[in-house]
């Protein structure tokens, strides 16, 4: 079957420009991108306005090195008796835009923040969190997320990270630094979704193609172009969009999912399989789909389902260090009190925060005492 589908999994034999971004065609319309339309004047991202500035003196002017600097500016941000910036997912916006209005979501936030950070003297960059993909319980992904924070970097290379709304540590799948050029793009790319979902293609895909201007290797930029191409019935732009995005991203879920609906769309069922197959394939590679069976065995009361689950995540990912703490859980669970110290100890030394770290300690001692107990 792999022979025969061979040909509909590679990408149509044109390739996207992004000096010649295919037009959008919708109502009878030819849309092109025109970098000099009023639509998309420069929004100031990282802008300051001396609102901005003042508030970055008056609360770190006094502190006399970076990291007291950072803790008062964070401090201001955060109290209650400053700035009391509150989350909401839906706040999007440039720096100014989520100084002045008090709240933000974490895109907007990293805006702010790097925007304040730098005014204040100090080496602040965007942070692309790699969040773990979800499944239901039948082994279907529920949705991608996205999460950006701040890493503020000292001369003496200590690293913090700044964020409005943390992730948990069991959320987090890995972490990079971002350009600003990304961090605009991202931007751009939540106008753009904002858009579409309030029936503006027009402008969604104007917002998005800027947005690839800036940053054309984020592949998630590509799929939702797809996205926007397949709304205006330009399945094969759709196409393309999302095979593009594929060879940025040769692992990229949503791609591989949105070529199943236009495939479905069209009738073409023999692509339409391939991608469910690959999809299927890729599933039972990611060690966090592994670990998602773990966590339901675990609630189930199936110890040794459980063990056998994170056995085979933490095979993929031996570096990860909640994968072996919970494998060594479940060792508890079974009885094997040997087993899970060994494997607790083990993730001690694997988990990169010390707040993991601590959690994993307090088991650690628990294991021990019933160990100790038992003799």
């Known amino acids: 079957m792999l022979t025969v589908l061979a ?8 390739a ?33 306005t001396p609102q901005m500035r003042e508030f970055v003196e008056l609360y770190t002017a006094d502190s006399n090195n970076a990291h007291n600097k950072l803790i008062s500016l964070h401090r201001a941000i955060k109290g209650q008796g400053a ?25 907007s936030y990293a805006h702010m923040f790097t925007a304040l950070a730098r005014e204040a003297g100090l080496n602040a960059q965007y942070q692309w969190m790699e969040v773990r993909p979800e499944w239901h319980r039948m082994g279907e992904r529920v949705a ?14 200590t690293e913090y990270m700044v964020d409005i709304d943390p992730l948990n540590r069991n959320e987090v799948a890995g972490a990079r630094l971002m350009s600003d050029r990304e961090g605009f793009a991202l931007y751009y790319n939540n106008l753009a979704m904002s858009a579409l979902a309030d029936d503006k293609p027009v402008y969604a895909w104007k917002q998005l193609v800027r947005g690839l201007h800036e940053a054309p290797g984020l592949s998630q930029l590509w799929v939702n172009l797809g ?83 994170y056995t085979k995540a933490a095979k993929m990912q031996p570096d990860d260090g909640l994968l072996i703490y919970s494998k060594g859980l479940a060792a ?20 990169s925060f010390q707040v993991e770290k601590q959690r994993y300690r307090v088991q650690l001692k628990i294991i021990r005492e019933e160990q100790a107990a038992a003799l």
């Open 332 to 351: 508890h669970q079974l009885g094997d009190v040997a087993e899970a110290e060994r494997l607790v100890s083990r993730a001690i030394e694997k988990a």
């Open 7 to 14: 040909g509909c999994a590679a990408a149509p034999q044109w």
């Open 144 to 157: 991608v997320r996205l999460h950006v924070n701040v890493q503020v970097k000292m001369r003496d290379s």
């Open 227 to 309: 996205a926007i191409y397949r709304y205006a019935g330009q399945y094969d732009e759709a196409e393309q969009a999302y095979f593009h995005a594929l060879e940025i991203d040769n692992g990229d879920r949503s791609a591989m999912n949105n070529l199943v609906v236009l495939y479905e769309l069209q009738g073409r069922s023999n692509e339409q399989s391939y991608w469910e197959e690959r999809l299927e394939r890729y599933r039972n590679l990611n060690p966090y789909y592994h670990a998602s069976l773990g966590d339901a065995a675990m609630e189930e009361e199936d110890w040794g389902a459980a063990y056998d689950h």
């Open 83 to 107: 700035l009391a910036m509150q989350y909401d997912p839906f706040a999007d916006g440039t720096a100014a835009q989520a100084f002045g209005r008090g709240s933000a979501n974490c895109l």
């Open 16 to 48: 996207f420009d992004l000096r010649n971004v295919p037009p959008l065609k919708l109502d009878g319309q030819i849309h092109s991108y025109d970098p000099d339309s009023p639509d998309l004047r420069d929004p100031g991202i990282l802008e300051v």
